[in-house]
C-alpha cells in the first residue's frame, strides 16, 4: 500500500476550501492518486481556491484532464473563456509543453527556463498577480519509464522556483509506479514540500502530510555545512550518471529509429485488426503514396489480390512466420508491383502487437522472367512449324 491508514496521526485532515484556500506560494505539492475522479477533485479546489483568492492558475494537463476539468470548474459557475482572456486561467496541454524543451528524451534546462517563464510572466500580467501552477509533465515521463528524466524535470522545476514564487501542484497516477510502491513514493516526495492523500474519498475534506523534503530541510539546519555539501555532491553526482544512463539510451533509440526509418527494404507493422500502424519511407516510396494515405489503413487496401492477403493474415494470426510469401501489390498510380514477404508477429502477453513484415520487391525478375517465358514459347512454335514443313 503506497498510503497508511488516513486515520493514523501522521495525516492531517482539513476542509478542501480551507485546505486550498491557505497554501503557501512556496509550497510544492505532491498526489499519488488512485483515479482520474480523485485527482480532478483535487484540481477543482485548486483552481477555484485560487481564482477566488485573485491567483492565476496554469494548468499544465492531459487533454483528457483538461476537457474534464474545464467542465467541472463551468459547472461550477465559473466563466472559463473570459478568465483565459485575462490570462487569469491557463490550460496547457502537458504533451506539447513538454515537446517544447525536450531533447533527445532529456529536459534542456534553458528551453525548459524560457518555456515555464514566458507562461508565468503571463500568468502574472500587469498587476502581478500571485500564481499557482499544477503540471503532469513529470507523471508523463515517469509513465513512459523514463525516470531519469523523470528525476531531472523535478530539479529542473526546484530549480525554477528559487528564482519564482509560485504554489507548484503536481500529480501521479499510482498505477504509474512499476518499482517497489514504497521506494517510488519516498523517491518522489523527497522533492516536494507536502503530500496530499489520493485515495477516494469526499470532495469536501482533505487529508495531508509534511513530505520529507520538509523534514529533512529542518534537519540539514541542524547540520553542518560540509555535511550539506557532501549531500549536495552526492546528489549532483546520481544526477549526472542519470543523465549519461538517460542519454546513451536516448542515442541507441534515435539510432535504431534511423536504421528501420531509412533501411534499404520496405517494411511496415499492421496490428491485429489489418490496419497499419507504421511504415518506413522506402515502402512509402516503393508504392507512391504518402505517409498519411498509407497510415491508418487496411492492408487489403494495397493488395492486388484479396484472397492473397487474407491467408496473409490468417497464417499470422495463426502465429506461422511467412519466408518469401509471394504477392502483388498496388501502387497510387495503379501500377502493380511482384513481391516477396517475410512477416511474423510481436505478441506481448498473448496479445497481437504488430507484424514485422519485410517486403522485397521483385517487379524486374517477374518481368525478364516473363520475357523469356514469352521467347522459349516463341522459338518452341518456330520449332514446330519447321518440324512440319519437313513432314
Known amino acids: 500500500m503506497i498510503e497508511k491508514d488516513l486515520h493514523k496521526e501522521e495525516w492531517t485532515q482539513s476542509p478542501s476550501h480551507v485546505f486550498w484556500g491557505e497554501i503557501a506560494p512556496s509550497d510544492h505539492l505532491v498526489q499519488i492518486y488512485d483515479n482520474d475522479d480523485v485527482v480532478l477533485d483535487s484540481l477543482e479546489g485548486f483552481v477555484e481556491s485560487g481564482i477566488k483568492g485573485g491567483d492565476s492558475v496554469i494548468i499544465i494537463a492531459t487533454a483528457e484532464h483538461l476537457e474534464a476539468l474545464n467542465h467541472r470548474i463551468a459547472a461550477r459557475g465559473v466563466d472559463v473563456q473570459q478568465l483565459q482572456s485575462t490570462h487569469q486561467y491557463i490550460p496547457l496541454d502537458a504533451h506539447e509543453t513538454l515537446a517544447k524543451f525536450m531533447k533527445d528524451g532529456w529536459p534542456d534546462d534553458e528551453l525548459f527556463n524560457k518555456t515555464v517563464k514566458e507562461v508565468i510572466v503571463l500568468a502574472r500580467g500587469k498587476h502581478n498577480r500571485k500564481?499557482?501552477?499544477?503540471?503532469?509533465?513529470?507523471?508523463?515521463?515517469?509513465?513512459?519509464?523514463?525516470?531519469?528524466a523523470t528525476v531531472q524535470l523535478e530539479h529542473l522545476w526546484n530549480k525554477f522556483c528559487m528564482t519564482e514564487t509560485f504554489c507548484l501542484f503536481c500529480a501521479y497516477p499510482k498505477s504509474g509506479f512499476t518499482q517497489d510502491a514504497h521506494e517510488s513514493l519516498e523517491h518522489i516526495c523527497s522533492t516536494h514540500t507536502?503530500?496530499?492523500s489520493g485515495l477516494e474519498k469526499s470532495k469536501t475534506e482533505i487529508f495531508y502530510k509534511s513530505s520529507q523534503r520538509k523534514n529533512n530541510n529542518v534537519e540539514l539546519n541542524k547540520m553542518g555545512r560540509a555535511n550539506d555539501m557532501e549531500e549536495l555532491e552526492h546528489l549532483k553526482n546520481q544526477i549526472k550518471d542519470l543523465q549519461a544512463s538517460e542519454r546513451e539510451l536516448s542515442q541507441q533509440v534515435k539510432e535504431l529509429r534511423d536504421f528501420v526509418e531509412n533501411a534499404s527494404i520496405p517494411l511496415h507493422w499492421v496490428n491485429g485488426s489489418g490496419i497499419v500502424i507504421w511504415v518506413n519511407q522506402v515502402e512509402l516510396d516503393l508504392l507512391g503514396y504518402k505517409k498519411e494515405e498509407y497510415i491508418n489503413q487496411h492492408i487489403s487496401k494495397f493488395h492486388a489480390d484479396k484472397p492473397v492477403i487474407e491467408d496473409i493474415l490468417k497464417r499470422l494470426i495463426n502465429k506461422e512466420t511467412l519466408l518469401n510469401y509471394p504477392a502483388r501489390l498496388l501502387c497510387k498510380n495503379g501500377a502493380i508491383k511482384h513481391v516477396l514477404i517475410n512477416s511474423n508477429v510481436y505478441?506481448?502477453?498473448?496479445?497481437?502487437?504488430?507484424?514485422?513484415?519485410?517486403?522485397?520487391?521483385?517487379?524486374?525478375?517477374?518481368?525478364?522472367?516473363?520475357?523469356?517465358?514469352?521467347?522459349?514459347?516463341?522459338?518452341?512454335q518456330k520449332i514446330n512449324q519447321l518440324e512440319k514443313e519437313r513432314a
Open 347 to 380: 505478441w506481448e502477453n498473448g496479445e497481437f502487437i504488430h507484424t514485422r513484415c519485410f517486403t522485397r520487391d521483385i517487379t524486374e525478375i517477374k518481368a525478364k522472367e516473363l520475357e523469356q517465358a514469352a521467347l522459349i514459347r516463341s522459338l518452341q
Open 131 to 148: 500564481v499557482r501552477a499544477y503540471g503532469e509533465m513529470v507523471a508523463i515521463l515517469w509513465g513512459q519509464g523514463h525516470n531519469g
Open 194 to 196: 507536502m503530500m496530499i
